[in-house]
């Protein structure tokens, strides 16, 4: 599930993906029926419509976008509900908490819990939603060499230790979960557990700056140990930390 157009594709210039972005984060009408999720597109949370776009065609826009909520809702209930596929993640690119894309993913969440099993939203055994988009390529492949590897010896139990704000407490504007719920959803893809203690794998996850060295001394006591680890870095966008 994609918020906005894609640059550079059929012609749309940088400028349109730009006012797509923000005009389909404007708050929408709240709807759960599949057929009224299709037809509100447009239709704002005090019930009126929006107005003409500049810079993309907003009606091309809304056929693309009801053709993927189909083709989904088609997976959902044709593939997944009757076992014919194993596993299935939805990405949700650039989610919000508000906009047009939050009726779907509400009916998503729904669907999981009514027809698949699901508890919140989610069945980590079957199907799961969650902000992400370019990472699932790889989450699905660690699931499969998890189970090739794994075998019936059990998941594969993560731990989670935060260098700075716990993850529940970091919401990011174009996600509509905080860091620590999707870092969950992302242990559930890979067909993980997540335990307090005594895991196979400890996630040091770096929210804070200030941290880095307390997160390095974490991260060679782990390999003192022969603990395997995972860093996610929150703080240094790519860059060299510090040492």
Same mark, same amino acid.
């Given at each position: 599930?994609?918020?906005? &157009? ?8 940088? =400028? ?26 447009? &239709?704002? =949370? ?6 003409? &776009? ?27 509900? *009757? ?30 819990? *009514? ?31 998890? #189970? ?17 704000? #716990? ?13 620590? =719920?999707?870092?969950?959803? #992302? ?57």
């Amino acid at each position: 599930m994609r918020l906005a &157009t894609t640059s550079f594709t059929e012609g749309l210039t940088y =400028d349109a993906y730009v006012e797509s972005r923000n005009f389909m984060g404007q708050p929408r009408q709240a709807y759960t029926a599949f057929s009224d999720i299709l037809n509100g597109y447009n &239709t704002s =949370d005090t019930d009126t419509q929006y107005g003409d &776009t500049t810079e993309f065609n907003k009606e091309q826009y809304y056929n693309a976008r009801q053709h993927k909520f189909k083709t989904n809702y088609y997976v959902l209930d044709q593939l997944a509900r *009757r076992g014919y596929i194993d596993f299935l993640a939805v990405g949700v690119d650039d989610a919000k908490t508000e906009g047009v894309q939050i009726n779907e993913i509400r009916f998503v969440e729904n669907f999981i819990n *009514r027809s698949l099993g699901g508890r919140g939203g989610q069945n980590p055994n079957l199907a799961i939603i969650l902000p992400d988009a370019d990472g699932l390529g790889h989450s699905l492949v660690a699931r499969m060499a998890n #189970h090739l590897n794994r075998g019936k010896k059990g998941r594969t139990k993560f731990a989670l230790q935060y260098y700075g704000p #716990h993850g529940s407490t970091i919401i990011n504007p174009y996600e509509y979960m905080s860091v620590h =719920d999707n870092i969950l959803r #992302h242990i559930d893809i890979v067909g993980g557990q997540f335990v307090t203690n005594s895991p196979d794998i400890e996630i040091i996850a770096i929210t804070d700056v200030t941290q880095v060295s307390s997160a390095m001394a974490g991260i060679e006591a782990n390999g003192a140990g022969n603990r395997a680890t995972v860093v996610i870095d929150f703080v240094a966008q790519g860059q060299p930390m510090p040492q």
